[in-house]
């Protein structure tokens, strides 16, 4: 499973994705802001780098876990407490 580099626990949510799992090499860019596999002019490569952002913020964490051609899967972690430091 590929982290965010977050560091989450406490509250989880998963969701998968059926017949779409991206290759291992794309993995550790799927967060970074304007990788989109999608063609040109169709995919911004914004939506998961702002979901990542907005996880963050609370200092949770995002994994994917993918097997090509079979599966993705997003697992968002959110810790229960309210971090003590909090940006704006
Ligand atoms: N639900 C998903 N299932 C499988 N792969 C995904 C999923 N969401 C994103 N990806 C992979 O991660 C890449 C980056 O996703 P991201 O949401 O940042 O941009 P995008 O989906 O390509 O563009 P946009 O969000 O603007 O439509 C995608 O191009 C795709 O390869
Ligand atoms: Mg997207």
């Not at 799992?21 to 794309?26: I, L, R, Y």
């Not at 968002?76 to 309210?82: F, G, S």
């Given at each position: 499973m590929?982290?965010?580099?977050?560091?989450?626990?406490?509250?989880?949510?998963?969701?998968?994705?059926?017949?779409?799992?991206?290759?291992?090499?794309?993995?550790?860019?799927?967060?970074?802001?304007?990788f989109?596999t999608?063609?040109?002019?169709?995919?911004?490569g914004?939506?998961?780098?702002?979901?990542?952002?907005?996880?963050?913020?609370?200092?949770g964490?995002?994994?994917?876990?993918?097997?090509?051609g079979?599966?993705?899967?997003?697992?968002?972690?959110?810790?229960?407490?309210?971090?003590a430091?909090v940006?704006?």
């Amino acid at each position: 499973m590929q982290d965010g580099a977050g560091r989450g626990r406490g509250w989880c949510s998963r969701s998968k994705t059926t017949a779409s799992g991206s290759p291992s090499t794309d993995l550790p860019r799927i967060f970074d802001p304007f990788f989109t596999t999608k063609g040109r002019g169709k995919g911004t490569g914004l939506g998961l780098a702002i979901s990542y952002g907005i996880v963050r913020e609370y200092d949770g964490a995002m994994l994917v876990e993918s097997v090509p051609g079979r599966f993705t899967r997003f697992r968002i972690e959110l810790p229960v407490h309210k971090p003590a430091r909090v940006s704006a």
